[in-house]
């Protein structure tokens, strides 16, 4: 087989948790390129593997690529592996991907431990369709917005967020998604490994000084009105379809659609509460 490019996941804390499979491939392979050095030297030196490291991070990688990409070419295997679970998921790693396939070098993805999966099966939320949104953006108005359209995502969502910015991002949480169950990790798989299961305000209170690697898992947005029996109001339908086209730039027809499902009524009734509300718009301002 012609040189290969294997993509290896590795442990996200416990060094236990790595396939034999990745562990023959980083003996096997002529060189590893790891997010940092260091960090990878303590999983090889934990199983007495050898194999030479090379840096390839978000600094460096257009640098890195040609020069792996002519070692692929020349007939030397290598790994790719990023600091803690699967490299290229919020991690560097797809761009020396694409170009291997552009070249086309094989690819290999060795599966393993992702801390993505990790959290979304801890959380007890649906897991038939999620989507992963990696880090929020860390200006507050962009952060606020992106926040924001979560309280109309269908999905389970999972993302990321660093421990000094936690207890905002749970703040605007509490005010835009309110009781909705989130799932807050922390430390999946080391020592201190905590799961909770709760409201954005009681994740909050809980939470004094954030330390360590979290994860934030959201359930499906489930609609009160329909869980009582009572139709919602045109307003709360049009509020929701307000917050859906500003935040998402979805289509009329498009958010019509996905309000049906949040509220579970028909697509009709949501339209004619639409209809209702311009009405009553216009009358009062003529």
Known sequence: MPATLYVVATPIGNLEDITL???????EVALVAAEDTRHTAGLLRRYDIRTPTTSFHEHNERRKIPLLLEKLAAGDSL???????????????????????DAGLPVQAVPGPSAVL??????????????FLGFPPRKPAARDAWLASLSVEPRTVVFFEAPHR??????????????????????LTKVFESTFVGTSSAALNMLNDPKGEYAVVVSPP???AASSGQPPSDREIGEFIGRLTEHDRISKRQGISRAARHFGIASRAVYAALERTKKQRNSVES
């Open 79 to 101: 790994a790719l592996v990023s600091d803690a679970g699967t490299p290229g998921i919020a991690d560097p790693g797809y761009r020396l991907v694409r170009a291997a396939l």
């Open 166 to 187: 936690l207890r905002q991002t749970l703040g605007v949480m509490a005010s835009v998604l309110g009781a909705r169950p989130i799932c807050l990790t922390k430390e």
């Open 222 to 224: 489930t609609s009160d």
């Open 118 to 131: 990790g959290a979304l099966i801890s959380s007890g939320f649906p897991t038939d369709s999620f989507t």
């Open 21 to 27: 499979r990745a562990l023959r491939v980083l003996r």
